[in-house]
């Protein structure tokens, strides 16, 4: 195994070190493990939390500031943060209006949210909790009962983000953050296995041309393996799969996502050929990103988010945010 | 090979009909191969024109917009822009107040550059020619007479790209540029090797457990292989080599670069270690940037950068910036 680190054991707690060195603006609470906003809590607005294993960077602790998350609570590498971890960011950020759990659809991270919602709520803290589910690529997984919560977590976190930014209330944010992921599906594709300092080694053996196709964010198997295609064809199967499993009716905003060992380059790539199948199929986009942004440590991969957009989901969606990780307008 | 790609001769040309498709706000010329601002040509602004080949993305089209570059020419794969791409650029930026070009110190580059900029002195256009050459870890290499330009070509695009936006003449851009160039140095790891697509396997060998102390940007040699080893020796090993190549007496920016496939969160890691070690030598940090920016396609690597940065540097460090790869305050 090669990679720039210290101790397979260290690597969260040091990475998170290192994000408080990289990001003053934001606090790093290195003791219970989570980022917050330098201005949590804000007295009257809803706060939003969100958290998982790490190796998905920039997700969730990148996406915490204005407009945004308020904490993001990281697990160790593909491990779902502990009800305490969680229990004290929500803590952090209630601001007497309540708190959303933003909770991607697996298995450990469902329970150990709902532990710290419990907890909190005899601390005289409302938790409204939103899963995220949007893979479409597999009914239920590895790790999950249901499908499991991929790219579509980043518009959640950015449509909800701004909604709660302008003060909604409690079931407001909760209500644009449900709507979103009800409009979102992915599918995703590996090229490579991701390789946790843990292991070792990588977490599933893809032969020399065979690629993964439905791949989960942390290697789970997905449909089926194939041989490598042209990114075209795997671009048209991967909306054909979205399409076929969510309405799309309207405009759409696409995120064009690397499972973080992918050249930008490829992304773009992508991104052209969705951009053309999706005029093609009488899709039109309203808004795209492109880049590395809900993660898989090293694997060779990408996947692909549409959400049928209201014009209100645009306008939430074009507000300002101001977070490591993704920034515009302020 | 694996690569989302269609046909490695193709790749470029389709990468930048992507980026035309995420980046609407720009202007994407795909016949004569240039990234230009919408509102570019600007009377009376300084034109900012940089370019060198592909597979260094975000650099150089992530760069474009407000406050950084007005163009960009992308190469083919790690292959020189043409000089009557780079002359369609820096005609289609050049506002009346001439054009500085920033250049990568790569013998094709400096030549190819060079061209444009006496064809474009033919039409009367004013060009500047600034070369970037920060590395430190070789003095000459595979593709270059002098040092290697990497990490500091964000530094001088961001800066002099301030410089030019709030209205400095020709030789004060210039000048802003130059000056960054001179007070940064910059060194790299590889732990693994890009694949291009034209080769369609890595560029060198790397044996199971050895890395390459120095690596350029296009995988050429460094200093030499060594072992594998923990991130704080690594860290400590090449801010050493930046601090006994230049003078730091004073603040840094510090900018902690993936080279396209090490995740985020080794970077930060990195980003720690980097953040002790310098507090141990007594060098403040002003500012930090952590992410992929200057890249090698898939190479799993990281580079650190140093800039002695003067006040008025910070200043415009901090100045708006709105681009794809970098955006702040605007």
Not at 254 to 268: A, H, R, S
Not at 282 to 288: F, Q, T
Not at 309 to 317: C, P, S, V
Request: hydrophobic content about 45%; proline content about 6%.
């Amino acid at each position: 195994m090669k990679k720039f680190i210290n101790d397979p054991a260290d690597v969260v707690a040091q990475a998170l070190d290192g994000f408080a060195a990289a990001h003053p603006e934001l606090r790093v609470d290195t003791a219970q493990r989570y980022i917050a906003r330098a201005d949590a809590p804000r007295p009257g607005k809803v706060g939003l939390v969100s958290g998982g294993g790490s190796g998905h960077e920039p997700l969730h602790a990148g996406f915490v500031g204005a407009g945004m998350l308020d904490a993001a609570c990281p697990g160790e590498i593909f491990t779902s943060p502990v009800p305490d971890q969680i229990l004290a960011a929500t803590r952090a950020v209630d601001g007497g209006a309540g708190v959303v759990h933003i909770v991607k659809n697996y298995t450990g991270d469902v329970l150990n949210f709902q532990l710290a919602a419990e907890l909190a709520a005899d601390e005289g803290i409302t938790v409204e909790t939103v899963l995220v589910d949007d893979d479409v690529a597999v009914q239920d997984s590895t790790w999950t009962a249901g499908r499991r919560g991929t790219g579509a977590t980043l518009l959640v976190e950015k449509i909800a983000g701004a909604r709660a930014e302008e003060g909604g209330g409690l079931a407001e944010v909760a209500a644009a953050a449900r709507e979103v992921n009800a409009a979102s599906g992915s599918f995703a594709y590996a090229l490579t296995a991701a390789t946790t300092p843990a292991a070792g080694r990588p977490g599933f053996e893809l032969p020399g041309d065979e690629i993964e196709a439905g791949v989960g964010i942390h290697g789970e198997p997905g449909r089926h393996r194939e041989r490598l295609r042209p990114a075209r064809e795997l671009v048209r199967t991967a909306l054909d799969a979205i399409l076929a499993a969510k309405p799309f009716d309207g405009p759409v905003i696409l995120l064009v996502n690397g499972l973080g060992g992918t050249p930008l380059i490829e992304l773009y790539l992508i991104c052209g050929e969705a951009a053309r199948y999706l005029a093609e199929r009488g899709v039109p986009i309203a808004r795209r990103l492109v880049g590395n942004y809900v993660t898989s440590l090293d694997m060779a991969g990408m996947s692909l988010t549409l959400c049928r957009a209201t014009d209100e989901m645009i306008r939430l969606w074009d507000a300002p945010v101001r977070t490591p990780g993704l920034r515009w307008g302020a």
